[in-house]
């Protein structure tokens, strides 16, 4: 298993590497020209100081070249700078990847049990009145738009009641904790129940498989309780298939946070990504893009080692 | 059928006929599920009885309705299936038993060895506590005490270096070693009424002789009475005192063991015994009945369709379940008055 972990790791950092190179490329080829882009409405902009702060960026050397001498400095820890944030790239992206990975953690572990609990229930008699109305809350939850919940959660709890802030995050940066929490509950309920939507219907439709399996009916034959069955053999049996679902609904999870930080105005990965993109800011793009791209992997080897903990027929070499 | 008194030599005898009641009786036990095309009988009419420490054999081929009839025991009939008629074992009618009363009674009185060694095990939970979980549901036995119990059960069913093989999943064992761990979890509360569904079926020969071997072991020690499902005549005439054949969800003959094999009366059976490969004759003569099992049929004789001595009458009429000999039942128009 730690030899295992350890060779995907090693080649983790090789695909981040190769990612590292096609992004850098793949940004270079934005329309706009970041020079431009700086001096943009300066009066005293001629061609020939264009050229020069072309030369003083490395802008006019070849793409391999530049490529190195970013390698070079990453790896030394200078990620550059932000041309947006006007702050080393580091120094923006801390804060938002602490909000983001807040904003996200908090979903799953609501969320998870959550799925597990309602799947669990709509399962056991399907068609049945709870099935019916745990499929209708399913239902829209996958069809409601996140910016439109975000929106009614908004207008009730913070403008009519005036019980939950309508902002993600506190004016002040030093707020206490129990402030920190009472502005993420609006934003991660919308968030979870965006999330937890398709989480049900998997779980319910695996269960209800489980359910009628040979092993099911023989825990039954022992004369186990109906919640002992479910719980004590048929929920992990169920679970094997859900971490695929997890892991490769954590794309969708990521956009759904984009939405709720910019409805909540708070500012997380997706929110900066996002402007670094659409004002060609190099260094912030190519970092951030890079993150979401470990993220990603990181994920998948999770999945991977969650599949061998919970099946003992899975041997990890 | 010099070959079948071979068989009636080796057929065990029903010891007391005359035992003051029998520990399960079954009557007019009917199974029925919804179809496209109305309710559908998988099991019909079924009549039979089992006495204490005493094996019951019921033979039929595929998707006869042998395994569901040993659901119907269990209260396990699912996928909307209702059960009709009465079910006494040991004095109470289990037809009427509540939810609770099932799960009191389940692995506790009447237990089950079923048919797929290779599915019927949770997969992701080592064998030692698959067995262990019945002894703490009924023997009231802590987890620690109960896994200690399982182990031994697992050694007494034949298993080498018990205690770590309770230790792993199932897909570690090999199908004899399964079946053998089914069989432990069965006979662990020591049940009074065993239920094997083709417990040898996944296996190999020798492996199967040992099994056999093993759950007549235990039969006599713990005085046990068990339905012996298969669809190998030759399995069970080595272990049952009784047979019961079922052709599309109906008995249609039902004896004593040598009874059956010294005087085969319906034309299924006596087309399934002369199946039965003879062990004198260097070729296997392996004689097959023809046709294969029409469904959906519901006026006259099902078998007719395969019966080399239907006739009109059989088309039309179905035939009655009836006693023709002290004991021995069939149903068809050719046989009796
Ligand atoms: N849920 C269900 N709904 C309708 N019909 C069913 C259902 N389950 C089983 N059956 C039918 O019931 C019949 C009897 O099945 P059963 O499993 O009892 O046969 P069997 O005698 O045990 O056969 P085998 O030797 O293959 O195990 C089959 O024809 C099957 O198609
Ligand atoms: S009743 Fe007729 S068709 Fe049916 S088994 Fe007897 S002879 Fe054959
Ligand atoms: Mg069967």
């Known amino acids: 298993m730690l030899r295992y972990t350890v060779s995907r790791l090693l080649q983790a950092v090789l695909v981040i590497l190769v990612m590292s190179l096609l992004l850098f490329m793949l940004i270079g080829l934005m329309p706009g020209d970041p020079v431009e882009n700086m001096l943009e409405g300066n009066p005293s902009l001629t061609p020939d100081t264009m050229a020069q702060m072309r030369a003083l960026y490395g802008l006019d050397q070849p793409v391999y070249v530049r490529y190195g001498h970013w390698l070079y400095s990453a790896l030394h820890g200078d990620l550059g700078y932000s041309s947006v944030y006007f702050r080393p790239v580091l120094e923006v992206l801390g804060p938002a990847i602490v909000q983001t990975a807040k904003l996200l953690v908090a979903t799953e572990i609501i969320s998870i049990p959550l799925a597990m609990l309602l799947g669990a229930l709509a399962a056991r008699r399907p068609g049945g009145w709870t099935d019916s109305l745990i499929s209708l809350f399913a239902f829209a939850s996958i069809s409601l738009p996140g910016f439109w919940t975000s929106l009614i959660l908004i207008i009730v709890f913070s403008v009519k009641l005036g019980w939950l802030p309508a902002s993600g995050t506190p004016l002040m940066g030093d707020a206490s904790l129990s402030e920190q929490i009472v502005h993420m509950i609006l934003p991660v309920t919308v968030l979870t129940f965006f999330h937890v939507g398709p989480l049900v219907r998997y779980v319910r439709a695996s269960m209800i498989e489980t359910l009628n399996s040979d092993f099911v009916r023989t825990a039954r034959a022992k004369g186990l309780s109906e919640s002992a069955v479910i719980i004590r053999h048929a929920l992990r049996n169920a679970l094997i298939p859900m971490v695929t679902v997890l892991a490769l609904g954590f794309g969708s999870l990521f956009s759904g946070a984009l939405v709720v930080e910019t409805i909540f105005g708070m500012l997380g990965m997706g929110k900066i990504i996002y402007d670094a993109v659409s004002n060609i800011d190099f260094n912030l793009a190519l970092v951030g893009l890079l993150l979401a791209t470990i993220v990603t992997l990181l994920s998948s080897l999770l999945a991977d080692l969650a599949y061998a903990w919970l099946d003992p027929r899975i041997v990890l070499k | ?337």
């Not at chain 2, 009784?242 to 109906?250: C, E, L, P, W």
């Not at chain 2, 006259?300 to 006739?311: E, H, I, K, Q, T």
């Open chain 2, 1 to 337: 059928m010099q070959h079948a008194e071979q068989l009636v030599a080796g057929a065990r005898t029903v010891a007391s006929a005359t035992s003051p009641s029998p520990l399960l009786d079954v009557r007019d036990l009917t199974v029925t599920f919804p179809g496209a095309a109305g309710p559908v009988q998988i099991v019909r009419g079924l009549n039979y009885s089992i006495a204490r420490g005493e094996t019951l054999g019921i033979v039929g081929e595929s998707g006869c309705g042998k395994t569901m009839t040993s659901l119907a025991l269990l209260g396990l009939v699912s996928g909307g299936g209702k059960v009709d008629g009465t079910i006494d074992f040991n004095g109470s009618n289990l037809v009427s038993f509540s939810q609770r009363q099932w799960q009191q009674l389940r692995g506790r009185d009447i237990a089950m060895i079923f048919q797929e060694p290779m599915t019927a095990m949770n997969p992701v939970m080592p064998v030692g506590r698959q067995i262990g979980e019945v002894l703490i549901k009924h023997q009231k036995l802590s987890r620690r005490q109960a896994e200690k119990r399982a182990v031994e059960l697992l050694a007494s069913v034949g298993i080498p270096s018990p205690a770590r093989r309770a230790q792993d999943y199932p897909h570690q064992l090999s199908g004899g070693m399964r079946q053998r761990a089914m069989i432990a979890m069965a006979l662990a509360c020591r049940p009074r009424l065993l239920i094997a569904d083709e417990p040898t079926t996944a296996l190999d020969v020798t492996i199967q002789a040992q099994i056999l071997d093993l759950m007549l072991t235990l039969q006599d020690e713990a005085k046990m009475s068990i339905q012996f499902i298969s669809h190998n005549l030759a399995v069970v005439s080595e272990v049952a005192h009784s047979i019961m054949v079922m052709y599309a969800g109906k008995a249609v003959e039902y004896a004593p063991s040598d009874d059956l094999f010294a005087n085969p009366l319906h034309p299924y059976t006596q087309g399934l015994i002369a199946t039965l490969p003879d062990p004198d004759k260097q070729v296997k003569r392996l004689y097959v009945i023809p046709g294969r099992v029409t469904s959906g049929i519901t006026v006259g004789c099902r078998f007719a369709s395969r019966c080399p001595r239907a006739d009109e009458g059989c088309r039309r009429t179905e035939p009655e379940f009836v006693e023709v000999a002290p004991g021995h039942h069939v149903a068809c128009h050719k046989v009796g008055s």
